[in-house]
């Protein structure tokens, strides 16, 4: 019987822009959970990261027993939707979209990452973040030795170097971890992570007292009270 896991997750337009272009799905029956950050002028942001992850899930619900692969699968598919819809429609040109994924297969999960979405684990006061952002500042600035505040700085540090839409081949970044009882997982955008430092985050998955509603309830609001740049994405799993 495969294990059940909590989850709950939260998303918000933060304080400064109108529209959410983040996209939460969960899917208890593929075990599936996704995060998406969409961008693009108009409504073009929140069409890639709906699109995305809905595409994820149609290419999920039709395999046997999932795996990695067919996640990486299924990220590679959604890159075309998207490219193939902005194609079609000019007020589209131009989308894409992070997406971060998590599958739950009983014994293993199953993680893929394109764009600086994040999939962090906590467990036993450890606090670590499981995937690599593709970005700039990560796969530029820091091998070309630019120290982290100049980089906190610079002029580069929002660029991603791959995105859904936009990646032509996709680079996805794909890992497997066993299931840990007992450790908790955390998906999110960076409106949370590029907000609040991983301390404060640390802190509030290891507060025993407060449920995954009031876990995800404290860091979008801490994410607001950093001034909410961005939208605000918290996707929180218990296993």
Known sequence: MMPIMQSYGLSDPGRVRKNNEDFLLVDRRQNLYIVADGMGGAQ???????????????VMEKRTQPRLRDLEEAFVEANERVKKTAASDMTLEG???????????????????????????????????????????NEVGRRLGIDEETLKRHPMRHVLTMAIGVGNPLRVNTRTIPRVPGMQLLL????????????????????????????????????????????????????
Not at 49 to 55: F, K, M, N, P, Q
Not at 119 to 137: C, P
Request: hydrophobic letters at 40%.
């Open 44 to 58: 073009a942001g929140e069409t890639a990261s709906r699109l995305a992850a809905e595409t994820v899930l149609e």
């Open 188 to 239: 999110c955008s960076d409106g949370l992570h590029g907000v609040v430092g991983a301390d404060a985050i640390s802190n509030v998955l290891s507060d025993s007292k407060q449920d995954l509603q009031s876990k995800a309830q404290t860091l979008v609001e801490a994410a607001r009270n950093a001034g909410g740049p961005d939208n605000i994405t918290v996707l929180i799993l218990q296993v």
């Open 95 to 137: 989308m894409g979209t992070t997406l971060v994924g998590l599958l739950h297969d009983g014994d293993s999960m199953h993680l893929a990452s394109v764009g600086d979405s994040r999939i962090y684990s906590f467990h036993n006061g450890e606090f670590e973040s499981l995937m690599e952002d593709q970005t700039w500042v």
